[in-house]
């Protein structure tokens, strides 16, 4: 009889002590193991200097399409020292990227050919005031705060070190953009003998980190 209680609690002990379900792969799971992405965290840092979105342009960006295409938001600044009033300018932005050509075994890249367009906004009362009273109504027909553009450019980059093994490298990205926008196309149309296109195009160089 002693002998069966015996046996009878260890089979008891075996089960109370077990571990539940799943908890063997658990422990399995390599280390080095980080949670998924979750779906809206961004997939680059953005920083940018002039190119008609700002004086210094900064902001976050995901990448689609199998890397070729790059959706930013921005978020640029014009202080007063360079425009007739401070501009807050926040800008939706798309690249698109057809080709990536390697550069050697050190991971360099370049991708020769960037055509994009975006869409900003701009925050600034002094708009309007610089407006206001000064003209007949109707003189100024298009928006002072809402702006579209075009650019095409390229870019050339670097990979990082990968922030775990096997996982693929960070990039971080030299970027140039040639562009314009509907009010400076506008004005060279109505006046191509005063006007130059370089006269109405923008250039803006530029920053881009993968987290």
């Known amino acids: ?32 193991t980080l949670p998924a992405r979750r779906w809206h965290a961004p997939h680059h840092l953005v920083g940018q200097f002039a190119g008609g979105q700002g004086l210094i342009t900064a902001g976050v960006g995901y990448r689609l399409n199998r890397n070729r295409l790059d ?23 798309a690249t698109f990227m057809p080709w990536t050509v390697p550069l050697g075994p050190r991971g360099w890249a370049v991708r020769p050919l960037a055509l994009g367009g975006y869409l900003s906004y701009t925050a600034s009362k002094g708009l309007n005031a610089t407006q206001d009273g000064k003209y007949p109504s109707g003189y100024y027909w298009w928006s002072a705060h809402g702006r579209v553009g075009g650019f095409l450019g390229g870019r050339i ?38 006007l130059s296109p370089l006269d109405v195009a923008t250039l803006g160089v530029g920053l881009k980190l993968d987290l």
């Open 1 to 32: 009889m002693r002998r069966f209680f015996s046996v009878c609690g260890g089979l008891l002990g075996s089960v109370l002590l077990a571990p539940p379900p799943g908890a063997a792969a658990q422990t399995a799971a390599p280390a080095d």
């Open 71 to 93: 959706l930013d938001l921005l978020a640029g600044y014009v202080p007063r020292r360079y425009s007739i009033t401070p501009m807050g300018i926040f800008t939706a932005k």
């Open 157 to 194: 980059a670097y990979p990082l070190p990968a922030k775990r093994p096997g996982a693929a490298p960070r990039l971080v990205s030299l970027y140039y953009e040639l562009g314009t926008n509907d009010l400076y196309l506008a004005s060279w149309w109505g006046n191509p003998r005063g």
